[in-house]
């Protein structure tokens, strides 16, 4: 019913930056929070950040200061932006959206296939 497609994933190199694009779609009444997770090779998936349909935004300690979240709330699209990237910030970087369906009250929550970020020299 509801598909999530991120884009801008890629190799950049250490203080580098790439922007991170998470589109939803399908049978969307409205959608509350939106945001990012990732998962590194053997760790466990972690929060990146999230922002409300009102914009309120909330990050994890290790991107505040580097990362900034942005909706377009027409568009049903959320945007990561990523500056002064580190080795630290390799993983696959899953959108994840609370997404209130129609013909349900409740929203539900869906996550995208992920977009792989590599931070390299």
């Known amino acids: 019913q509801v598909q999530l497609v991120e884009s801008g994933g890629g190799l950049v190199q250490p203080g580098g930056s790439l922007r991170l694009s998470c589109a939803a779609s399908g049978s969307i009444r409205s959608i509350d929070d939106m945001g990012w997770y990732r998962q590194a090779p053997g760790k466990q998936r972690e929060f990146v950040a999230v922002?409300?349909?009102?914009?309120?935004?909330r990050y994890a300690d290790s991107v505040k200061g580097r990362f900034t979240l942005s909706r377009d709330n027409v568009k049903n699209t959320v945007y990561l932006q990523m500056n002064s990237l580190n080795l630290e910030d390799t993983a696959d970087y899953l959108c994840n959206a609370d997404v209130k369906v129609s013909g349900y009250k409740r929203p539900t929550s869906y996550w995208g296939q992920g977009t792989q970020v590599t931070v390299s020299s």
């Open positions: 922002i409300s349909s009102g914009g309120w935004t």
